[in-house]
């Protein structure tokens, strides 16, 4: 009896992940693994790729979890540099294009695993494809980035955008001594935020040397005679630049999907079952940043780029594929970020978010420290909350500050998937001694603030 095939598309997280767990739970003489990556780099971080152009981490090595050679010790066919360009899901098949020799092959499978990630969102603007101009979502690209730094014929940088990856790389650029701005299309930075939020994101990187200029749309790239970025132009003028980074954010990779019929859902993203399978499909799964996932509090689906869902992800897939069981409920939208020694975290819904989905909320906002006001090295933070209007739902949290401020969102991460009530919070049994903590939490100052606000908002 000839061993089941499973074909996977994609080498990162996600894929990867899926494949090694199917092989340990699977025997290479039960079932063969063949995966398919386009680019040269397996399992690696692209969360640390600003960290790497900074310098506070080696790179690309140090990036990378496992190798090529390490999957293939594993007894997996993986084949990089080779595009998968074509699903046939009547076939059973892919369509498997080798970059290196222009070659163009089919595969079947018994069973496949779509691990496509996502892209950056590239604006088609006049320049923007110049010399200069980066996106940052790959190893390749980093280093792509790393060698245009080196050959910039100024110390002037450009980021357009101010989400996560537009902070992290505005750090970057700063520490590499460069005179950065940071141009947003936003009210304010991190529209993860409420804009109340941003605004103290704001205040802190002008406080660090980093222009950043709100509702700034951009509208071309200038070049030079050599045709290399000089130039960002906006409706309301012209920022030199001697390199360019896009930190716009991503948009899942599904161009295949999408050919081959598959579901997505209202972002782009394809959409799952709780086993991660494709609805409607019994042989396929897909996971990581190309598929949409149900946020717990909204109750809707929502596209989140993260590493640590991809890695679950992969594992629950190749649980299933490989013969066991596992399920991936939702999320609560838990993410952290940090522009040089600014702390910031989000979980669960902004306001806009709670008015989308038609919830009636109170909010309640505080301001604290990391440790024991008496303590050395106490340093200030601000907590906002949401909660539901009557009930006291955490709906919630948003955190910015220093030292100490941002893991605190793992509480309120835990109380969201939880379902707990802000008078619930308050009995919460958090550490506390005057290094770590007040006697009062931060998140427990904002909880108990929060109780008071659902109270007058019902009486």
């Known amino acids: 009896m000839a061993a089941e095939r499973l074909v996977v598309v994609g080498g990162d997280a996600a894929g990867m992940s899926a494949a090694s767990q199917a092989r340990r739970l699977k025997g290479p003489d039960a079932m063969s693994i063949i995966a398919f990556e386009r680019g040269d780099f397996t399992s690696y971080s692209a969360c640390g790729i600003p960290y790497w152009v900074s310098g506070d981490v080696e790179g690309p090595d140090a990036l990378v979890a496992r190798t090529p050679e390490e ?14 360009t074509e699903i046939d899901v009547a076939g059973h098949r892919v369509r498997a294009l080798d ?17 496509t990630g996502a892209r950056p969102v590239r604006p088609d603007l006049p320049g923007i494809d110049a010399p200069g101009v980066h996106g940052v979502q790959t190893l390749g690209d980093g280093q792509a980035l790393l060698e245009s730094l080196e050959r910039a014929p100024g110390r002037r940088a450009v980021v357009v955008g ?7 790389m505005a750090e970057a650029m700063l520490k590499r001594g460069f005179e950065v701005t940071v141009l947003n299309r936003g009210a304010q930075p991190m529209a993860t935020l409420d804009p109340d939020m941003g605004q103290l994101v704001h205040e802190a990187m002008d406080g660090l040397g980093i222009t950043t200029v709100n509702g700034a749309e951009v509208t071309r790239i200038d070049t030079g005679d050599d045709g290399r970025v000089t130039g960002v132009v906006t409706e309301e003028g012209t920022y030199p630049a001697d390199v360019v980074v896009l930190g716009i954010g991503v948009e899942p990779e599904t161009g295949l999907a999408r050919e081959a019929g598959l579901p997505l859902g209202p972002h782009g993203g394809l959409l799952t079952d709780l086993s991660m399978r494709v609805v409607g499909q019994d042989g396929i799964w897909a996971g990581g ?21 991809a890695n679950k992800h992969g594992q629950i897939i190749g649980s299933n594929v490989g013969g066991g069981y596992g399920t991936f409920p939702g ?32 909010t309640a906002t ?21 909660a539901e209007f009557r009930t006291g739902r955490l709906l919630g949290v948003q955190i910015v500050g ?32 005057p290094p770590f903590s007040p006697v009062w939490d931060p998140v427990l100052v904002a909880a108990r603030k929060a109780v008071s606000a659902v109270r007058a908002a019902g009486s």
């Open 71 to 84: 999957h293939r010790a594993r007894s997996i066919d993986l084949r990089t540099r080779t595009e998968v």
């Open 366 to 386: 505080i301001e604290s420290t990391g440790r024991a006001g008496y303590y050395p090295g106490a340093k200030p933070m601000t907590v906002k909350m949401l």
């Open 289 to 309: 940043d190309c598929v949409e996932v149900l946020d717990l509090v909204a109750g809707r689906t929502r596209h989140i780029a993260l590493g640590t869902h």
């Open 402 to 433: 220093r030292e100490g401020a941002a893991k605190r969102v793992d509480v309120a991460a835990v109380a969201l998937t939880a379902g707990m009530t802000v008078e619930a919070m308050t009995a919460l049994d958090l550490g506390y001694a």
């Open 162 to 168: 101010a989400g996560y990856i537009g902070v992290e």
């Open 331 to 362: 999320v609560v939208g838990t993410a952290v970020s940090k522009v040089c020694d600014l702390e910031i975290a989000r979980t669960g819904l902004r306001e806009k978010d709670a008015r989308a989905v038609g919830l009636r909320y109170v």
């Open 99 to 115: 970059r290196d020799s222009g070659e163009t092959y089919w595969t079947g499978y018994d069973k496949l695993v779509i691990a």
